[in-house]
């Protein structure tokens, strides 16, 4: 079957060149996305102080909570919508596109409600230390009001990825990208705003993301366009999708919550301590995106060779995967752990945060290679259907081990070093667990797996 240009063959033909033309625009667009934050606490940290860029930062895991919970379901979309691809059910593709409209709509709405609502109870329980706490609600009452338009924005990228296009919703990040930026320094050099200054280009700069992702969508001429007469809910088809998208939204909400917890424990090192983590978890997650990148093509590329029932390329496509993954995210790690002193001074000068933020450096993100394997195997068993189990995985092997972690580490005196160590401690034993699960669960698909009748 002949494919668009925007479109990708996952079902035959040479995979290592294909998954890269897939991988390679959702890295850059990862790296857009957080560079959306990372502007914000640069151009703070730059031009408005340490304390700025600490309220700035006090707020990444507490959104992170949000964000997660509910842009974890466009994983759904994009597994359901190319399993029908797989199945060459054109119908079923354009019911889920459908359903897929209406869950971000209501995702967003929740989001909306749920941030303006919390944002002061949890900053407090997170210990924001008061010097910031005024600041970092503002920033996040702000922010939050451009969720609902960064969920729409996720929901139709994962509709494009769906068919293997990542390469307009990255274009549409660039636009936003640029507006974000010159909004920022108009915002907060110009016109002196500060942590509002920030927030407010951050919401406008989702506005236009989701404007332009909408526009392509009912531009679309395939199965997967948007038709607005069309958009109704669909209890089979957001079941199917929130069978597979909540367990994720789940796993990522829940490791959200146990950052917030670990943040809680940095911040009581005080306002400096709090600055250089948040200028250091920046590099965390630019590196971070190669891997959920490789882990997001694992996905797409297993749900349609699942629904056609090709298991010899399931399995080619989670051994690349695995290989791109260690591979780029081995050589990230350890260029900014070299260059960590320059890297940081891109958000601050003050010596103090800069010690933190280096220490983090030294501890958490040159040894996040780690996390590969368990990041590719569950996203490879979502794609095949199994979403829960990863979830659990997640949840018991990263998550409770950090709140552990975080309750007995005022009982141990440790230092700051070492209250960080519990990242690299925690991806191992995930690791080991998830080796085992997708051992078994692959075997138990692939025993299903079979080609759709012609």
């Known amino acids: 079957m002949k494919k668009k240009g925007n479109e990708i063959n996952m079902l035959s033909g040479p995979l290592l060149p294909r998954m890269l033309l897939f991988a390679l625009p959702l890295i850059a667009s990862g790296v857009l996305q957080q560079s959306f934050n990372s502007v914000d606490v640069a151009v703070v940290g730059r031009f408005t ?100 338009f960064m969920i729409v924005y996720n929901f139709g990228s994962a509709i494009l990825r769906s068919i293997g296009d990542t ?50 969508l009912l531009r679309e001429r395939g199965d997967i366009r948007l038709v607005v007469s069309e958009v109704r809910p669909d209890g089979e ?76 390329r399931i399995k080619r496509v989670f051994r690349l995967s695995l290989i791109l993954a260690y591979g780029i995210s081995l050589v990230l790690n350890v260029l900014i752990a070299w260059q960590s002193d320059a890297c940081l001074s891109v958000f601050t000068t003050d010596p103090a945060v800069l010690v933190f933020g280096d220490t983090r450096i030294r501890t958490v993100l040159l040894f996040q290679f780690i996390a590969c394997y368990y990041e590719v195997a569950g996203s490879s068993m979502r794609g095949l259907g199994y979403s829960m189990t990863p979830t659990l995985i997640v949840i018991c092997g990263t998550c409770v081990l950090r709140l552990l972690w975080v309750f007995l580490f005022p009982h141990l005196g440790g230092d700051f070093r070492e209250l960080l160590m519990v990242y690299p401690v925690s991806w191992v034993l995930t690791d080991i667990c998830m080796f ?17 009748a012609a």
């Open 237 to 312: 088809q957001m079941r199917k999708i929130c069978a597979i998208g909540v367990p994720s939204g789940l796993q990522g909400a829940v490791f959200a919550l146990s950052n917030t917890f670990i943040l809680s424990a940095i911040n009581s090192f005080g306002s400096d301590a709090a600055a250089g983590s948040a200028a250091a978890i920046n590099f965390e997650m630019y590196c971070y995106f190669p891997i959920a990148a490789v882990a997001q093509t694992a996905v797409a590329f297993i749900s349609q060779n699942y629904g056609a029932g090709n298991v010899d």
């Open 436 to 452: 085992v699960a997708f051992r078994r669960v692959s075997r138990k698909a692939f025993a299903k797996c079979v080609p759709p």
């Open 49 to 148: 102080g340490s304390h700025a860029l600490a309220a700035v930062g006090c707020t990444g895991p507490v959104i992170g909570l949000l964000i997660n919970l509910f842009i974890g379901i466009s994983v759904g979309v994009n597994v359901v919508i190319a399993n029908y691809i797989g199945q060459r059910n054109r119908q079923g593709v354009r019911r889920a596109v459908s359903a897929s409209a209406v869950l971000a709509l209501i995702c967003g709405a929740l989001m909306l409600i749920m941030g303006e609502s919390m944002a002061r109870p949890v900053l407090e329980l997170t210990g924001t230390p008061e010097n910031v706490l005024d600041d970092a609600v503002l920033y996040m009452r702000i922010f939050v009001l451009g969720l609902p």
């Open 167 to 216: 390469r307009r919703p990255f274009y549409s990040l660039i636009a936003a990208g640029i507006v974000n930026v010159t909004l920022n320094l108009i915002f907060v050099i110009g016109l002196g705003w500060g942590v509002e200054g920030v927030a407010w280009g951050t919401v406008i700069s989702n506005v236009v993301n989701a404007v332009i992702i909408v526009g392509i």
